[in-house]
């Protein structure tokens, strides 16, 4: 299936601003990962839009910012 143009947006949205809030709390991907009981993999993959995070994982992210 094609993807349409608003999903990537969002993706993208997702993506940069869980780079933000790393970078903003001055955390490398290895040290959010930790936090989030997720490997540094897996943070990559949701800062480059591969993937969302889970609900729980949410909640977790926004406890950081």
Do not use: C, D
Request: cysteine-free; overall charge positive; charged content about 30%.
């Amino acid at each position: 299936a094609k993807e349409r143009p608003m999903e990537k947006h969002r993706s993208i949205n997702i993506a940069a601003s869980i780079a933000q809030l790393r970078r903003s709390s001055g955390m490398t991907q290895e040290q959010l990962a930790e936090r989030l009981f997720v490997s540094n993999k897996t943070v990559s993959k949701w800062e480059r839009g591969g993937g969302y995070p889970e609900i729980t994982h949410l909640l977790r992210l926004s406890e950081i910012g």
